[in-house]
């Protein structure tokens, strides 16, 4: 269930904060994490934006960091699209979470 921010959007929120506020709403648990790196690309390339991102899935028991997923732009290669980052970041929360 999405979950608005207490803070602006570029704003930093802390794992700490982000646990309160999923403990408040009984939450389970809560992913928080930062954009890194962004580019935007010309709208007539016909191209997606592309980021590079760090999320952490944390157990709002006790703000315990159960998944890290971390896409960053390696020498070389481009950023990931948003579709890309999502895919990667649910298959790797799904394999943390089955693990357990």
């Given amino acids: ?5 207490p803070v ?9 904060s ?3 506020l999923a403990k408040s ?3 389970k648990f809560v992913l928080n994490g930062e954009v890194d790196e962004y580019y935007s690309v010309a709208p007539m390339t016909f191209r997606v934006d592309r980021a590079g991102v760090s999320i952490r899935l944390l157990r ?3 703000g315990a960091v159960v ?6 732009k390696e020498a070389g290669s481009n950023l990931s699209t948003p579709d890309a ?6 298959e790797h929360v799904r394999d943390a979470l089955s693990a357990k």
Avoid: H, T, Y
């Avoid at 998944?67 to 960053?72: D, I, P, T, V």
């Fill in 67 to 72: 998944a890290f997923f971390s896409q960053r």
């Fill in 60 to 62: 709002s028991e006790d």
């Fill in 8 to 16: 602006g959007p570029s704003d930093p929120l802390s794992d700490e």
């Fill in 85 to 90: 980052i999502i895919q990667g970041m649910a």
């Fill in 18 to 20: 982000a646990v309160e």
């Fill in 1 to 5: 269930m999405p979950l608005s921010r």
């Fill in 25 to 27: 709403k009984g939450f």
